[in-house]
Nanobody, 119 residues
Framework: QVQLAESGGGSVQPGGSLRLSCAAS?????MGWFRQAPGKEREFVAA????????TYAGSVKGRFTISRDNAKNTGYLQMNSLKPEDTAVYYC???????????????WGQGTQVTVSS
């Protein structure tokens, strides 16, 4: 049994930054972030192993976003810098026993938090 809750979304101008948090209960194992914009399919953003020793990113966010976790707090993070209008979407935190960019590998999902980038 794992429960996840995202927070930290909001509205920013292009070039701005946001830090998303994912508070968890239970053993999360690997953790990932996904996003979904209106009219589009769910898209992989980033993933991290339980230890935090390995990470992977979608090409569209690599170099701008950083995924991390604090296991003492049982919380995951997604630092988003140099935000672009195309980053606008609902962002979801996911957790499960595998480190993967594939949604079906994650057993637990948060409710999502809105990120809007516009000028």
């Amino acid at each position: 049994q794992v429960q996840l809750a995202e927070s930290g979304g909001g509205s920013v101008q292009p070039g701005g930054s946001l830090r998303l948090s994912c508070a968890a209960s239970g053993r999360t194992f690997s953790m990932g972030w996904f996003r979904q914009a209106p009219g589009k399919e769910r898209e992989f953003v980033a993933a991290i192993t339980w230890s935090g020793g390995s990470t992977t990113y979608a090409g569209s966010v690599k170099g701008r976003f950083t995924i991390s976790r604090d296991n003492a707090k049982n919380t995951g993070y997604l630092q988003m810098n140099s935000l672009k209008p195309e980053d606008t979407a609902v962002y979801y935190c996911a957790a499960g026993g595998r480190w993967s960019p594939t949604p079906r590998e994650y057993s637990y999902w948060g409710q999502g938090t809105q990120v809007t980038v516009s000028s």
